[in-house]
């Protein structure tokens, strides 16, 4: 996946893996993130920078939501590659977000920051 050049294709694939982040069985869910980990790691980093919110969100919200720890695990190493591998505009942007859900009056998005 991380070979393809069109940018439509791949964002379409990568929507679809993200998607699997909700699967209802276990091994489903942590085969997407060890998939979606070794995306984050292989991707050109205009690419990765281009798709980070994209991947960024529902990846957080796997780390707060997901009842097994193995899951909440595989997310924060996902997280954690990708905040590794952005620049420091990259990162400001991931943090915005995190800002913004602070500043949001739901609960549930208090503990995803």
């Known amino acids: 996946m991380s070979e393809y050049q069109s940018g439509k294709h791949y964002e379409a694939q990568l929507t679809?893996?993200?998607?699997q982040l909700n699967y209802d069985l276990t091994t489903?869910?942590?085969?997407?993130?060890?998939?979606?980990?070794?995306?984050?790691?292989?991707?050109?980093?205009?690419?990765?920078?281009?798709?980070?919110?994209?991947i960024f969100i529902p990846t957080c919200a796997v780390l707060v939501n997901d009842d097994d720890p193995l899951c909440?695990?595989?997310?924060?190493?996902?997280?954690k590659s990708l905040l590794n591998r952005l620049d420091?505009?990259?990162?400001?942007?991931?943090?915005?977000?995190?800002?913004?859900?602070?500043?949001?009056?739901?609960?549930?998005?208090?503990?995803?920051?």
């Open 72 to 79: 909440r695990q595989v997310a924060a190493k996902t997280i």
């Open 28 to 54: 489903g869910r942590l085969s997407a993130l060890d998939t979606l980990n070794a995306l984050v790691t292989a991707m050109p980093p205009d690419r990765l920078s281009n798709l980070s919110g994209l």
């Open 88 to 113: 420091h505009a990259g990162r400001e942007s991931m943090l915005a977000i995190v800002v913004a859900w602070f500043k949001d009056g739901k609960v549930s998005r208090h503990l995803i920051a």
């Open 16 to 19: 679809f893996l993200l998607s």
